[in-house]
């Protein structure tokens, strides 16, 4: 419930910040969707950064497999390197970005809470059964790699 009280300055600061990024994202023609809530959201300090890089191209995520350590804050960078449009689901963490244009690309940033193994698909006609798929692994925060 609200109180009727404005937003003080850190919630402008946050509000400001999710305008621009969905401002930006449209003038890219780009789709970006998450359906779990803290998906590229800000995380707690001293959480550890995993940042990773995948370049799309025809039809293939490079690298294929992605590591990181559960409670990481991931910052992935997708770069579509190839001439069609991509697209990167990522299942079990709700994250999509679809429309990535030849030439572009676009940063993500969610934490890596839930280990296990997730798959990365791109979706467009015919991309998945062409081969262009590939592995987020989660590594628990217990076990040593």
């Known amino acids: 419930m609200s109180d009727g009280a404005a937003p003080g300055p850190a919630a402008r600061s946050v509000i400001a910040l999710l305008v621009s990024a969905a401002l930006l994202a449209g003038a890219l023609g780009l789709h970006l969707r998450s359906t779990r809530p803290g998906v590229a959201s800000v995380t707690a300090p001293g959480r ?25 804050r991931v910052r992935l960078t997708l770069i579509n390197t190839g001439r069609e449009e991509h697209e990167l689901e990522i299942d079990g963490y709700g994250i999509e970005v679809a429309g990535l244009r030849p030439g572009t690309s676009v940063r993500l940033i969610f934490n890596a809470d839930l280990p296990g193994r997730f798959e990365l698909a791109c979706h467009m006609p015919g991309h998945y059964e062409k081969g262009m798929r590939g592995i987020l692994v989660v590594h628990p925060a217990d076990t040593q790699r």
């Open 48 to 72: 550890p950064v995993a940042d990773r890089v995948i370049r799309l191209s025809e039809y293939a995520y490079q690298p294929a497999v992605i590591e990181v350590r559960q409670g990481a």
